[in-house]
């Protein structure tokens, strides 16, 4: 899927899109392009040169196809076949896609066509997002600032912002309110999903109604640029997410890859669907039940890729227990579990995330 380039100094200079509302990656990470340069000039005796955890070649497949029509339409019968549809992916994927979701294409490429004007903006403008954009102050990001190698540098920008504050980010005509219409569809859609999987595991459906409020969940906008070495960097590191479901809207360059049976695959675009994956405190309310999955975003030299992420969050006060007995995981708050995350990366260069909770 992705070829391995010469990597010199002409492929590293080479002009990216829209330069000027570019991140600074190459001055941020000299470093750490200068360090792989003369690594990749003289390899080791025991190295080909090439990436080592790195395929070059990932095999693209579909994701579980969902009918979320018949939830509405369909009989009896084909109602418990699409929820049981829902939770076998949850357990066995940890990924689906989903159509017939109830948000419009109009919307969907409205939010697409606000989204890239907010990234075409300078990129001095964008860093200070709280001034000119009327995002809350921290909300753009870039790169990986606890980075310690290339290989931890996200090629990628985002502004990642709580539901709670989008109603006063105007600042660029109607991203606010296309932003809200989004996230209110996506945000029924989250908690029709989490009650379904609850009910599949026999539990009440109140926890998810009480705990994950569209005050308590997030937004996130992704831009990832072009990458002069793909083979080298990747859009997005390998992670899970931390939260209970997150539905992301893609457009069709493709990037996503995740883990199924212990191989990389590739997730083949579809201009229909929405695609939905389980998250770290699914995983431990279920108690191991549905799975929370390693997945990355890998880079593109030619073309920019543009994403949107709905993070369906409970408060940070809220506790997560394992809804069955033995417990697998010990009771954690979410501010405990996102404090870990943060202490982890920081002190590893990754997230360590559930095996730090295990009893």
């Known amino acids: 899927m992705v070829e391995c380039e010469k990597l010199d100094k002409k492929t590293l200079n080479q002009p990216l899109m829209s330069m000027d509302s ?4 190459h001055k941020a990470y000299k470093s750490f392009f200068d360090k792989t340069i003369i690594n990749k000039a003289v390899p080791s005796p025991t190295s080909s040169g090439s990436t080592s955890n790195y395929p070059l070649l990932v095999e693209e497949c579909d994701l579980p196809l969902i009918d979320l029509s018949l939830l509405d339409l369909g009989d009896e019968a084909e109602i418990d076949n699409c929820k049981s549809q829902i939770a076998r992916a949850s357990q066995e994927w940890g990924f689906f896609q989903v159509v017939n979701h109830g948000i419009s294409s109009e919307l969907l490429e ?3 066509s606000e989204q890239k004007k907010v990234f075409s903006q300078p990129f001095d403008m964008k860093s200070q997002e709280n001034k000119y954009l009327n995002f809350s102050a921290g909300s753009y990001r870039w790169g990986t600032p606890t980075a310690t190698c290339l290989r931890q540098v996200a090629w990628s920008e985002a502004f990642h912002i709580p539901l709670s504050n989008i109603s006063g980010s105007d600042g660029l005509n109607t991203l606010s309110s296309t932003m809200e219409q ?3 569809k996506v945000s029924n859609l989250a908690q029709k999903l989490a009650e379904i999987l609850a009910e599949k595991l026999g539990q009440k459906s109140t926890f998810f109604q009480e705990n994950c409020l569209s005050s308590t ?3 996130r906008m992704n831009r990832y640029p072009p990458c002069p070495i793909p083979s080298e960097v990747f859009g997005l590191m390998p992670h899970t997410d931390s ?3 997150t539905i992301l809207h893609q457009d069709q360059v493709g990037g996503l890859q995740l883990v199924k049976d212990d191989t990389w695959i590739a997730v083949k675009p579809n201009p229909e669907a929405l695609i939905i994956n389980i998250g770290d405190l699914f995983q431990a309310w279920s108690n191991d039940v549905y799975k929370s ?3 990355r975003v890998v880079t593109n030299m030619e073309v920019e890729r543009f994403s949107t992420a709905y993070f369906f969050c409970p408060s940070y006060e809220t506790v997560i227990e394992s809804c069955c007995e033995p417990s697998v995981y010990r009771k954690f708050s979410f501010g405990e579990y996102r404090q870990q ?3 982890d990366v920081k002190n590893f260069g990754f997230k360590v995330g559930l095996p730090k909770f295990l009893l």
């Open 217 to 219: 969940c997030f937004l």
């Open 341 to 343: 995350v943060q202490d």
């Open 22 to 25: 570019d991140p600074p990656f």
């Open 243 to 245: 939260d209970f479901l």
């Open 293 to 295: 999955v390693e997945h």
């Open 182 to 184: 989004f996230a209110a």
């Open 110 to 112: 409205k939010m697409r």
